[in-house]
Structures are given as C-alpha cells and as structure tokens.
C-alpha cells in the first residue's frame, strides 16, 4: 500500500503526455509573453507536452514516436499550470526563465522575501497589473507570486 | 562495516596495481574534500553563489581544469541547507565524478541513455554541458532513488530529460540511442576513506554478484546504442573484477574499441592482465583514477565505440 502511494506521486504520466497543436501552444506561450514580456522564440528548442492539468517543455527529439515507445515516469519541465480557466506559471519554469521577464516582477528585500515565505502573504503595494507575478531577490528568482492590489501571496514551493 | 584499521588488510590485494600503495592508505585518513558543480542553466552570475556562500562562512574557489566545479571550505560545510542549493544553482558532487560525462562529450541534439542514473549528477551535468539540448533518457531501477532524481531534474530546473524506471538489462529496444552511459551499481572502493568507513556496498552481503550485473548492463547498454556510437562504462571502484573484467567481456562478445581520453585529472592506464588472466589490449586505454593522486573518489572510465 506504502509502495503504491509512493509511486503515484513521482508517476505523474501513466502514458506519454500529448504535444499541443500549435494553436495551445501558440496560447500558453502568448501568456507568457504578454505577462512577463518573454518572447515566444525562447521556447522554440522545446515541445510543449500536456497532460490533464499541466504544460510540460521537453527538448525536441529527432524521433520523438521511438521514444514514446519507453514506458515514461516522467518528461521535462513542469511549466505551467491550467487553472480553472486561467493559466499559472510554475515556480520552477519561473526559477528557470524569470530572469529574462521584463514586466511584472516584484524585486523584494530579503527581509520581506523571508516574512512572504513564513506568512504566504504580505500586504505590498506596487505599480503592477494584477496576476501572477516573478518574485526575484538579490538576483536570484525565486518563483510564483499573485499581485491584487496591495497584497502579494505566495505560490513558493 | 570495514574499518580504517581493517583497510590495509582490504586493500592489500591491490597493492601492485595502486601506484604509491602506502600513500594512498595514508591518504585514506584524510576526509573527502568539497566540490560542488555549478549550474549555469540557472545561476545568472556565479559571484552571486561565491558571495553567498562567503556570507554564511564558506569559501568556494573555481577548479581551473575541470569547469562549473568549485572547491569549498570548510569541507564540513552544510552545501545542502542553502539557498543556493535549494534554488538549484550548485550540485555537490565530488571532482572526480565528472570524468564519464568527460568521456562521453555529449552534445546537443544527441539521444543519449544514463542507464542508472540516480540521483543524477551525470544526467543535470550532460543536461548542463548541452545546454539543456541533448534528449536524455534517465533510467534507474529503483523507485526511491529515481524520486531524488526526478527531485535534482527539477530543483536545477532541467527540460531535456525524461526518467524511466527499467532494470538496465531488461532496457526495451527500439530506441537509436547515439551514446549511453553505464555509471553501474559497484562496491565502492574507490569512495571508502575516513569518514566513509563502511560504506563498501554489498561486499559483505556476498550475495549479490555486482560483476555478473555489471557485465549484464554493458552488454545491453551496448545492444541499445546504434553502431558508430559510444558507451561509457564508468565505476567508483578499484576493483578488476568489476572494471576491466567487465570491459573485457564484452570486448570478447562484441564488435567494440576503447577510444582514448584527455581527462584534466591525473590517471593511470586500465589493466591488461590481472591475477593471471590476460586481457583485451584496448583496455591500456580505459582510465583508473586513484583518490590520493586525485583528492577525489576513485574511478575507472572506459569510453567504448560500437563498431557492428
Ligand atoms: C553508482 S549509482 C549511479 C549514480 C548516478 N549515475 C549519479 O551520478 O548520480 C548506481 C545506480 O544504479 C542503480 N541500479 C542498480 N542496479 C540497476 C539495474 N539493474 N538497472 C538499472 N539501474 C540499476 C542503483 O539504483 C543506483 O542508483
């Protein structure tokens, strides 16, 4: 039972996960140009996967059909999330690429970045349109956040 | 549990195979120094891991020869309660660990299999040399190690890897890897030192018969990669039995050659006879690495081209 429990957790694909068509691509990876002024092009070394909930990157095979043929624990990048109807970036697609947004991140003190993590949510007022926002420090992304005005919440691991 | 006092006794058996024998049982009083690979994939600037680290009283120097890997004082420093480890930017690893990678020179666009790969510091170091553009398979038979794996391919933040959970042998066919490495499930003995007393695996249980699956991964590691392409056969291990006696027995059922390496440690040449048994010629070629001419773990490599 132990054992089952366990392997559900790291089996997040039963099967191999589906590459978008272009038009959800062109979708997920418009979001995040538009939200963090990431271009498109960045991503172009990478397949877009989906699985129910969640975008996957993964590097573009030569021969993608022989691989499929593997029976796979995992695949690539979690990078984002669908959620509800929104789309939600991932802190670890965001440690990865935020440091090339150029629009809403949130440069926090270690201070504040410390009373966020403890508290997940901090009253913080900034010149930022609503939404998910890059939380960097000292240089170093750290991942996820929401903005509504006034507040900041947390969506760090 | 082998104990120091034991070790002279152990090791007696390599006694004209280690260069400088009394050394290295010098040496092996001698903790592990500390090395950490840097993970450029995510650290925008490496001053930011060397400031911060300096802020909580640890020193880490660049390690010319061998690049992204940097040695840390005090060696009994905490590398993975940080920051920097935990946003993925460093991956302690010992020096010498990144000799098979070496051998392997992967490159972008390659298919590549690690056959046992976890917890990964050879998967996110060809995933890092590519530039996150090689397609690699990591592979582990063990469901707890392959989650700390799954784990690293996350925390460094890596998109070119996919895990599978196979025994090595039983690896299903179909896939034209173009290189494959075989990091194999080995005794140790080239990691055991102060500190590490002990931690020979499976000697004593005596059971398992490590050459038997090593030969048994190599052999299916070299069916699985297409002719024209490299396996590397890597240990941390002094032991013959499970190196060059493994290399050589698929050298004996296959079509391969030993190709040469430049390596930035110092190393010695595989051996071609041992305990009267006289071996492949190539494997004056393989590479053994020894921990006090190193200051590192000792490691066999052996870099194989499939040539039918
Ligand atoms: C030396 S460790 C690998 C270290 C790893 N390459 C790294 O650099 O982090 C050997 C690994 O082989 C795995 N293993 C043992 N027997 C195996 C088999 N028959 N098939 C595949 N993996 C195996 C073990 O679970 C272990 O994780």
Redesign the pocket.
Known sequence: MAKKARRKRIHQQAVWPRTTSLEEREAVLSFWEERFGIPKETFDPYLLLATAKNYWLFVKPPDLKALQGLRVQTTGLLFTRKVSRWLKPTSTALQRFGHLATKNVVQLSPAELDRLRRERKISYEAPLEEGYVVISCEGKVWGCGLYTPGKLISYLP | MLTLAEAPAYFERYREIIPDFERFLEHLKEPLPLYFRLNELKCPDPEIVIRGLARQGARAEPVERVPNFYRVEPRTFPLGNTEEYYLGYIYP?TLN?SL?VIALDPQPGEVIL??????????T?IAQVTGDQAVIVA????LD??TA?VA?LKRLGIACAMTTL??????PHGVPFDKV?V????S?EGRYRQGYEGELLYQKEGRTNLPA?QK??LVRAFDLVRVGGIVVYS??TINPDENEMVVDYLLRKRQGRIIECHYPQPHHPGLTEWEGKILHPDLKKAARFFPHETDSVGFFVAKIERLM
Not at chain 2, 139 to 142: C, I, M
């Open positions: 690893m660990s098979p690690d056959m046992c790969a976890a917890p990964g510091s050879k998967t170091q592979n582990d038979r063990r190690r392959l794996l690293n196979y025994r090595g042998e039983e690896f490495l990091d194999a499930p080995c140790g699956i048994g991964l240990t941390c």
